[in-house]
């Protein structure tokens, strides 16, 4: 069935077709969330809750943009709201945890090195500007074209290229500081 077709059943009152909507975009949910949150836990709850809006408002859907976009644009605002709420710092916490076990080990400094570095990786996509970090985490990570991109954020194919390219060149900058470190 195509996405139009299990909407107009689901409203019709069909509510297995949701199911179906579900295994549908599951996984480009999950990937957007996991993009901005960079937890599997975090991206997991949040992909639920992003269902739970969905089955609530799709009869707000008017289908003026692609099912995708509106669902996008739900996951990025359930992120989003999910990060301000948390205001959580797991960089901080995770390196102080490697640090008690390396006190205690040796191997785990192997272990620190790797954690930290994939860390200081997410540190800087979470320090972008929050239209950056979209931009960054939709065309990278989900691999969607400009022009829904732009659709998603509510801005021009041009602007998004900016982004981008201001998000890259943040992300370089951010990341040689921290490989430059003594």
């Known amino acids: 069935m195509q996405t ?6 689901i409203l019709n009152g069909n509510h297995r077709d949701f199911e179906q ?3 549908k975009y599951q996984p480009n949910v999950f990937r957007v969330a996991m993009g901005l949150l ?14 739970v809006k969905v089955y609530q408002s799709i009869s707000a859907y ?7 976009t509106w669902l996008y644009r739900i996951t990025i605002n359930t992120s989003l ?11 901080w916490t995770g390196i102080s945890q490697l640090l008690q076990v390396a006190a205690k080990d040796k191997q785990a400094e192997t272990l ?23 931009a960054f985490v939709l065309t990278k990570y989900e ?26 060149t943040n992300l370089r ?10």
């Open 4 to 9: 139009e077709e299990l909407i107009e059943s």
């Open 21 to 23: 909507l579900i295994k």
């Open 38 to 51: 960079h937890s599997k836990e975090d991206a997991e709850e949040i992909t639920q809750d992003v269902f």
């Open 62 to 68: 008017n289908g003026k943009s692609a099912f995708s």
């Open 81 to 91: 709201n999910f990060l301000k709420k948390k205001k959580r710092n797991r960089f």
């Open 112 to 134: 620190m090195v790797e954690k930290s570095d994939s860390a200081i990786i997410r540190q800087a996509i979470y320090a972008l500007p929050e239209k950056q970090q979209l």
């Open 143 to 168: 691999e969607l074209p400009q022009k829904q991109v732009a659709e998603i954020m509510h801005t021009s194919e041009g602007a998004v290229e900016q982004l981008v390219i201001r998000a890259k």
């Open 173 to 182: 900058n951010k990341l040689e500081k921290e490989l430059d470190r003594p």
